[in-house]
């Protein structure tokens, strides 16, 4: 079974940056897209960033210029990097993938910034 394990979250001050990753495991076929959502309390888990299998991504606008997702298919890993975060940044992020037809999604990473 596909497994997804997230690590990077913490604390950090507004501007700060954090850098997460997601590693998948139990890989069976190639993973199309890959993508980080995020959930804030009270809010519907909403997409932070996407990355197809040929590179192309996608940003929510509150992120784009601030967030930059990247892969690496070879190891089905996957990374994003955070830079001038905002308080508003804050959520449990979560990684997810979709091998064939189905999507999968990790267990998330908290992250919280202060003001």
């Known amino acids: 079974q596909v497994q997804l394990v997230e690590s990077g979250g913490g604390w950090v001050q507004a501007g700060g940056s954090l850098r997460l990753s997601c590693v998948a495991s139990?890989?069976?076929?190639?993973?199309?897209?890959m993508a980080w959502y995020r959930q804030t309390p009270g809010k519907e888990r909403g997409l932070v960033a996407l990355i197809t299998s040929a590179g192309s991504t996608n940003y929510a606008e509150s992120v784009k210029g601030r967030f930059t997702i990247s892969r690496d298919s070879a190891r089905n890993t996957m990374a994003l990097e955070m830079n001038s975060l905002k308080p508003e940044d804050t959520g449990v992020y979560y990684c997810?993938?979709?091998?064939?037809?189905?999507?999968?999604w990790g267990q998330g990473t908290q992250v919280t910034v202060s003001s």
């Open positions: 997810n993938a979709v091998q064939l037809l189905r999507g999968y």
């Open positions: 139990g890989i069976t076929s190639s993973l199309s897209h």
